[in-house]
């Protein structure tokens, strides 16, 4: 049974900081990108920050670049969001994604049949 089963989300001041996690299961976790992605309410769900299968390659999105890191442990299976200098308009549900599964041969990697795998979110609140 797949699972992606985020935690860390919660209340926090303007500037303050949070660590989100993923942690995956029932699936082999080191052939799938990851991906964080905020729902804020009435809005459009949103790519925040990928990271690819080998955790060599990573993305963010411009609202959050040099505030967010993302970094992966493939011998744990866990994903990490690390959310620095939080603002209000962070204030979202954030959802854990892996998507895959991708095959390696050196630095090349391609995915034949695209699978996407979704975890339950977290509440990110930013408010003093």
């Known amino acids: 049974q797949v699972q992606l089963v985020e935690s860390g989300g919660g209340l926090v001041q303007p500037g303050g900081a949070l660590r989100l996690s993923c942690a995956a299961s029932?699936?082999?976790?080191?052939?799938?990108?990851m991906k964080w992605y905020r729902q804020a309410p009435g809005e459009e769900r949103e790519l925040v920050a990928g990271?690819?299968?080998?955790?060599?390659?990573?993305e963010y999105s411009d609202s959050v670049k040099g505030r967010f890191t993302i970094f992966r442990d493939n011998d744990k299976n866990i994903v990490f969001l690390q959310m620095n200098s939080l603002k209000p308009e962070d204030t979202a549900v954030y959802y854990c994604n892996a998507v895959g599964p991708f095959t390696c041969s050196g630095n090349a990697c391609y995915m034949a049949d695209r699978i996407d795998y979704w975890g339950q979110g977290t509440q990110v609140t930013v408010s003093s």
């Open positions: 990271v690819a299968v080998a955790g060599g390659t990573t």
């Open positions: 029932g699936f082999t976790f080191s052939r799938y990108a």
